[in-house]
T-cell receptor, first 117, second 109 residues
Framework: ETGVTQTPRHLVMGMTNKKSLKCEQHLGHNAMYWYKQSAKKPLELMFVYSLEERVENNSVPSRFSPECPNSSHLFLHLHTLQPEDSALYLC????????????????FGAGSRLTVL | GQNIDQPTEMTATEGAIVQINCTYQTSGFNGLFWYQQHAGEAPTFLSYNVLDGLEEKGRFSSFLSRSKGYSYLLLKELQMKDSASYLCAVADSNYQLIWGAGTKLIIKP
């Protein structure tokens, strides 16, 4: 497989459930990202990992917990979510952790569509 | 605050030309990106502009004016497969990406 792969593609969970989203990149990139995409809203950056170290957390609620065990894998652990957390969660990777540039383009996965009941 | 504006939705005819505009106000500027996102799929990179002027890639071109805080994506010879959302994003002084809400482009036969 090539590119960025996300599983599951669709997830429905109750507010008391615990679930995890998984992301895997086969590009040899050094930085990985979690984004939230809601209808008609800009992408919201949630977490950034550079060489397996978390470098940014954009004030995301603690009910979202990221994990990056190695440079190829990224998880987003979910617990006690709210209905407003229903959205598309996109994982992305880039070659360099120094930030987006013409030579450091983001490669996205297809996303995990989350519905919280 | 930082802001990216682009039209919510546009409609065009197959074979025609369409221009999608993007205006931005950001703290610094380190380049502007355009991504294409088909429904249910990953956003994919289309273009990057950091200097003023026009960059052409086949049927797609992207223009930047830094003094005006303005960019556009030009799509020529439209095909049905061009129906998608087009996302504009600017890298600010800290290389943080500031995203627009996207423009949904509908192509009619």
């Amino acid at each position: 497989e090539t590119g960025v792969t996300q599983t599951p593609r669709h997830l429905v969970m109750g507010m008391t459930n615990k679930k995890s989203l998984k992301c895997e990149q086969h590009l040899g990139h050094n930085a990985m990202y979690w984004y939230k995409q809601s209808a008609k809203k800009p992408l919201e950056l949630m977490f950034v990992y550079s060489l397996e170290e978390r470098v940014e957390n954009n004030s995301v609620p603690s009910r979202f917990s990221p994990e990056c065990p190695n440079s190829s894998h990224l998880f987003l652990h979910l617990h006690t979510l709210q209905p407003e957390d229903s959205a598309l969660y996109l994982c992305a990777s880039s070659q360099s952790p120094s930030g987006p540039s013409g030579a450091n383009v983001l490669t996205f996965g297809a996303g995990s569509r989350l519905t919280v009941l | 605050g930082q802001n990216i504006d682009q039209p919510t939705e546009m409609t065009a005819t197959e074979g025609a030309i369409v221009q999608i505009n993007c205006t931005y106000q950001t703290s610094g500027f380190n380049g502007l990106f355009w991504y294409q996102q088909h429904a249910g799929e990953a956003p994919t990179f289309l273009s990057y502009n950091v200097l003023d002027g026009l960059e052409e890639k086949g049927r797609f071109s992207s223009f930047l004016s830094r003094s005006k805080g303005y960019s556009y994506l030009l799509l020529k010879e439209l095909q049905m497969k061009d129906s998608a959302s087009y996302l504009c994003a600017v890298a600010d002084s800290n290389y943080q990406l500031i995203w627009g809400a996207g423009t949904k482009l509908i192509i009619k036969p």
